[in-house]
């Protein structure tokens, strides 16, 4: 059993498309998030919802909507596809009132061209 | 705010040797620590933390590491590597109590026959 999914896990697409990830998880956490990793593997937090309210969201262009329609799925929308979107974003979650220990999905590799 | 410095950017080992992976890291505020371990084409697993209590924490996988609070330290050691170890190690810190972590920019061990 997965703990936390991601899908698709590659995604090829052009310049100015809009495009989805999904996140799943089936732990029970209460608290999801996505992170980009760039071509240098530089890890960087964009989003975190607790109980589907926002709760972190940093300075990211507005073309990337995240939605929660519940706890265990957080996706990620990206309007208008730039090239430098292209990284591995990954999907995490926790539960904030045991460890702050966060689980990882297997992450969504981007190319933009 | 947090951030986090990893010393080294890659860090070759024989097989069998010991590994030590540096982290420093700054905050205002108490904080807890991690380590993730991201093999190829992976998602991140987490290692060990610190949250309170003896600085020495044992993680999974042979790994422990030292909190050094006067140092702002939390070195990662593993006395003897395999090479399956071969991976990318991330140093985490999160404030005390909040859920925003933050990465340093992550330490490659290659493990050599």
């Known amino acids: 059993d997965t703990a936390v999914s991601q899908t698709p896990k590659y995604l090829v697409t052009q310049m100015g498309n809009d495009k989805s990830i999904k996140c799943e998880q089936n732990?029970?956490?209460?608290?999801m998030y996505w992170y980009k990793q760039d071509s240098k593997k530089f890890l960087k937090i964009m989003f975190s919802?607790?109980?589907?309210?926002?709760?972190i969201n940093e300075t990211v262009p507005n073309r990337f909507s995240p939605k929660s329609p519940d706890k265990a799925h957080l996706n990620l929308h990206i309007n208008s596809l730039e090239l430098g979107d292209s990284a591995v974003y990954f999907c995490?979650?926790?539960?904030?009132?045991?460890?702050?220990?966060?689980?990882f999905g297997p992450g969504t590799r981007l190319t933009v061209t | 705010a947090q951030s986090v410095t990893q010393l080294d950017s890659q860090v070759p080992v024989f097989e069998e040797a010991p590994v030590e992976l540096r982290c420093n890291y700054s905050?205002?505020?108490?904080?807890?620590l991690f380590w993730y371990v991201q093999y190829p084409n992976q998602g991140l697993q987490l290692l060990l933390k610190?949250?309170?209590?003896?600085?020495l924490v044992k993680g999974i996988n042979g790994f422990e590491a030292e909190f050094n609070k006067s140092q702002t330290s939390f070195h990662l050691r593993k006395p003897s590597v395999h090479i399956s170890d071969t991976a990318e190690y991330f140093c985490?810190?999160?404030?005390?109590?909040?859920?925003?972590?933050?990465f340093g920019a992550g330490t490659t061990v290659t493990v050599r026959a």
């Open positions: 995490a979650s926790s539960q904030t009132s045991l460890s702050y220990e966060q689980y």
């Open positions: 985490a810190v999160t404030p005390a109590n909040d859920y925003k972590l933050s």
């Open positions: 905050s205002s505020v108490s904080v807890y």
């Open positions: 919802y607790n109980n589907k309210e926002l709760i």
């Open positions: 610190y949250l309170s209590g003896s600085t």
């Open positions: 732990l029970g956490h209460d608290t």
